[in-house]
Every structure is written in C-alpha cells, then in structure tokens.
C-alpha cells in the first residue's frame, strides 16, 4: 500500500508562487497517473490537475490553467504541482492522489485510490 505525503503549502500573498511537492512510499507510483485535488472552507473537493504514468497526458482544472503545472520525478517517487499567480480563491488544502491507472479520463475522485492527508495553501490578497 502506497502512503502519500504532500508538502510545500504555506501562506503567499496574490500573485506570488509555491511548489508543492507529493512523496510516495511504501511502493513505486512510477505506472499510475496521479492528481492533485483541493478543498477549500465550506466547498467540495475539487479536482485541480492530473498526469499521466509517463507524463505524456496531463489534465488541468479551467480555473488553473496557465498558472498551475503538474510533474513528476520518477527516481524520487515524486510528483509536484507548481502554483503560479495565485490568488485567494485558491486558498485550500491541498491534496495529492494516485489513480487506479497509468492514465486517467477526468478529474473524478473515485478515479484514485490513495490520497494523501494535505497541506494547506492560503494566499493573502
């Protein structure tokens, strides 16, 4: 069984960037696509980005593209999902998963199988 843990979340005012970065143990994650997901106060969890096994496939949320880029390290055991011009209304935990295949169609959460336990991100404006 995969354990997922994410980093890299912190407070930022608009505009600036973060990285967050989603380490895998307890088994390699280098065959399945993995996606980011966020949880904002009062809200659903909503999907943000996915990538594929090999990273030839990657998927973005509308309200993040062109801002927001999703990667992997495969050596690492490693995923990361670079934020760039946040703003408030990206404030949310945030929250790595790996699907139950090398790709995924679509941001639905039932897609994957492993989560992580999150790391907050609040952007100030």
């Known amino acids: 069984q995969v354990q997922l843990v994410e980093s890299g979340g912190g407070l930022v005012q608009a505009g600036g960037s973060l990285r967050l970065s989603c380490a895998a143990s307890?088994?390699?994650?280098?065959?399945?696509?993995v996606g980011w997901f966020r949880q904002a106060p009062g809200k659903e969890r909503e999907f943000v980005a996915s990538?594929?096994?090999?990273?030839?496939?990657?998927d973005y949320a509308d309200s993040v593209k062109g801002r927001f880029t999703i990667s992997r390290h495969n050596a690492k055991n490693t995923r990361y999902l670079q934020m760039n011009s946040l703003t408030p209304a990206d404030t949310a935990v945030y929250y790595c998963?790996?699907?139950?295949?090398?790709?995924?169609?679509?941001?639905?959460?039932?897609?994957?199988?492993?989560w992580g336990q999150g790391t907050q991100v609040t952007v100030s404006s």
């Open positions: 990538i594929s096994w090999n990273g030839d496939s990657t």
């Open positions: 998963a790996v699907a139950r295949s090398s790709y995924v169609a679509g941001g639905a959460p039932a897609n994957f199988e492993s």
């Open positions: 307890g088994r390699t994650i280098s065959n399945y696509a």
